[in-house]
């Protein structure tokens, strides 16, 4: 009887170990893209200040450095809205945008109209969301958008077929319009960044982008709407000829899993390898690979200041923080000054070298970013740019406080265990 019984089971077994191999398989998969990794030490003799560093820096990272352009700070959520929802209010033919997070009965709302009203007047507006940042984008708002004509497409929306790419979700914040104006940065169209009774709103930064390089963001639009939809948009009003307005030399970088060179993460230990002097990093999610933060206690090995600003007890992510700070003795031992923003959830994402490099954009430094996510930043070559942007670094710094050494050692027993807990999930944070 034991014996009929245990075959009986036995389909069921074999069903069981199917179900648990797909389901690990596709765990495995979503947080180990097959993709290769810089795990050397970099060696960079040129500086940001040799004519050479362009060159390099551009057959290296897959894009040149454009000249010709101007690029605005917009440091305050209302005035950020403000300034993109103004934009799309004149534009004539095009809009392109892509957001991670979409929702908000204020901003979601605001753009939603805003897009659709765009659309019933001629304009072409193609929208890319991604499907978990946008899940608690309501109904309306997105029928609003459809039935105006907005071409609206939700990043990865699960499916049998790309559940092994289900985790790969589009973290970029772009919108180009009428291909001649883009802006991009830290900022996700969504209510967290307005000011609300009782609480701070993320502390961010968004630029808006005028000249050539435009084609460039605008380029790193097309490609994801191509991955997302096999539509390939043409015509010379997304891509137009755009005249020099200002004298910033720009570069954009993108990167995504699937082109399996991990181009963002490139880019910052390029960037880092060729600091002579000084590097600020700001970082909403500071989860670094060992190999990246060998390359940070490098550089202040060798003379070079390092300043990290990251969120404090305001982080949105509680165990995010528990886990990065597990990994950043190696960096205060050597001598890298790490700060914890206190007012409020800090959101920014920017890298400054020597005083004039600078890096913006989506991507945090992180597991998501480097190896995960669709990301996309805007570099600039400028010394002018460089101090407008430490201005703000040393603005945040004055609400930051040091976390030192003794902090680390001193942590109680529950957050180093959180820590350890946290960091189990390292390939998926």
Do not use: C
């Not at 893209?33 to 040129?46: G, H």
């Not at 700060?339 to 959830?345: A, D, R």
Request: charged share 25%; no cysteine.
């Amino acid at each position: 009887m034991n014996f009929k019984l245990n075959i009986w089971y036995l389909p069921l077994i074999i069903v069981g170990l199917f179900v648990l191999y797909f389901i690990g398989g596709l765990l495995y998969f979503n947080a180990t893209p097959k993709d290769l990794l810089v795990t050397e030490p970099i060696t960079v003799e040129l500086s940001v200040e040799d004519e050479e560093f362009m060159r390099e820096s551009g057959l290296l990272l897959g894009t040149q450095w454009i000249g010709g352009n101007n690029i605005e700070i917009l440091d305050d959520g209302e005035a950020i809205f403000d300034s993109m929802l103004d934009a799309i209010r004149n534009a004539e033919q095009t809009i392109t945008k892509e957001t991670y997070n979409f929702w908000g009965d204020e901003i979601g709302n605001a753009f939603a109209e805003e897009l659709a009203n765009a659309a019933q007047r001629g304009v072409e507006v193609y929208f890319l969301m991604d499907f978990v940042g946008s899940r608690k984008a309501t109904r309306s708002q997105l029928n609003l958008m459809e039935d105006a004509g907005v071409h609206l497409v939700r990043w990865r929306q699960p499916s049998w077929f790309q559940l092994s790419r289900f985790n790969h979700r589009t973290h970029r914040k772009l919108m180009v319009i009428d291909g001649k104006t883009a802006f991009t940065g830290g900022v996700n169209t969504a209510d967290d960044w307005l000011v609300t009774e009782g609480e701070e709103r993320f502390r961010d930064y968004h630029y808006k982008i005028t000249g050539p390089v435009v084609n460039e963001i605008q380029k790193a639009f097309s490609e994801n709407w191509v991955a997302a939809t096999g539509q390939l948009i043409t015509n010379n009003q997304f891509y137009p000829e755009i005249e020099p307005v200002g004298d910033y030399r720009m570069q954009v970088t993108s990167s995504h899993p699937r082109e399996g060179q991990m181009m963002m993460r490139k880019m910052y230990m390029y960037a880092i390898a060729s600091a002579q002097k000084n590097i600020r990093l700001n970082s909403a999610y500071f989860y670094p690979d060992q190999p990246f933060l060998q390359a940070v206690a490098e550089a202040a090995d060798r003379g070079v200041k390092v300043q990290i600003i990251v969120p404090g007890e305001n982080i949105d992510q509680a165990y995010f923080r528990y886990a990065s700070k597990n990994r950043w003795g190696k960096l205060l031992e050597a001598g890298v000054e790490i700060y914890e923003y206190q007012p409020s959830m800090y959101h920014a994402k920017v890298l400054i070298v020597d005083d004039k490099l600078v890096s913006v954009g989506s991507a945090n430094v992180d597991n998501r970013s480097f190896r995960i996510n669709d990301e996309t930043n805007v570099n600039i070559l400028s010394r002018e740019f460089a101090e407008k942007r430490i201005q703000y670094f040393e603005d945040d710094l004055q609400n930051s406080e040091l976390y030192t050494l003794q902090k680390l050692e001193d942590r109680s027993n529950w957050q180093k265990f959180a820590g350890w807990a946290a960091q189990v999930l390292g390939p998926h944070l």
